[in-house]
């Protein structure tokens, strides 16, 4: 089943706007990831956010964890052409769980 | 290896018939997961390996489906008398210890006729 629910599932946006995709969660974590996906092509991890924390950098990314109310925001500022791809977030649970649960998904188009 | 490397990248068979998956994870990453994805939708949790051992197979949805990793770096996902249903890609993940950054490959994308 999928723990993970990212809102919305499309979103189409022209170049150097920002684009901002969210996820929602049911159980406790330890700590939730974020992850691209190009057409075709394996997940590449692009953050990781721990339960303790409530926002985090990197690069253009920026990711905020609200863990009161289970949700999490992805925020790429400035975005490109090469920004287009499937993002999904993941997450564990605090129980010692083994796996890392994914959402369904946002599919971003940068136009340009 | 530099990242993980699965085969085939496609396979295509018939219902009713035996298929492979290899995975050849990082060296030196101890945690090795499996996932399918079908289109349009998150990455499906199968089966989770921690060495040698399947630490959590919970995801798997019937027993056609098997997964080995006999020595602890190299798996196998094992489907018998396959369905159209199991049409997907299928993903092979690793990591240096569980719960940490997965890296994945490519996908195997299997299509059964």
């Known amino acids: 089943s999928q723990q993970g629910e990212e809102d919305p599932q499309a979103l189409s946006i022209q170049e150097g706007e920002n684009a901002t995709m969210n996820c929602s969660y049911k159980?406790?974590?330890?700590?939730l990831q974020w992850y691209r996906q190009n057409s075709g092509r394996g997940l590449v991890h692009l953050i990781l956010i721990r339960s303790n924390e409530r926002e985090k950098h990197s690069g253009r990314l920026r990711v905020t964890l609200d863990t009161s109310k289970k949700s999490s925001s992805l925020l790429i500022t400035a975005s490109r052409a090469a920004d287009t791809a499937s993002y999904f977030c993941a997450t564990d649970g605090i129980q010692g769980a083994q796996k890392l649960v994914f959402g369904q998904g946002t599919r971003l188009t940068i136009n340009p | 290896g530099a990242g993980v490397s699965q085969t085939p990248s496609n396979k295509v068979t018939e219902k009713g018939k035996y298929v492979e998956l290899r995975c050849d994870p990082i060296s030196g990453h101890t945690a090795l997961y499996w996932y399918r994805q079908s289109l349009g939708q998150g990455p499906e949790f199968l089966i989770y390996?921690?060495?040698?051992?399947?630490?959590?197979d919970s995801g798997l949805p019937n027993d056609r489906f098997f997964a080995v990793r006999p020595e602890g770096s190299v798996s196998t996902l094992k489907i018998q008398r396959t369905e159209r249903g199991d049409s997907a890609v299928y993903l092979c993940?690793?990591?240096?210890?569980?719960?940490?950054?997965?890296?994945f490959g490519a996908g195997s994308r299997l299509t059964v006729l």
């Open positions: 390996f921690q060495g040698t051992g399947a630490a959590d």
């Open positions: 159980t406790s974590i330890n700590n």
């Open positions: 993940a690793s990591s240096y210890r569980r719960q940490d950054v997965l890296t």
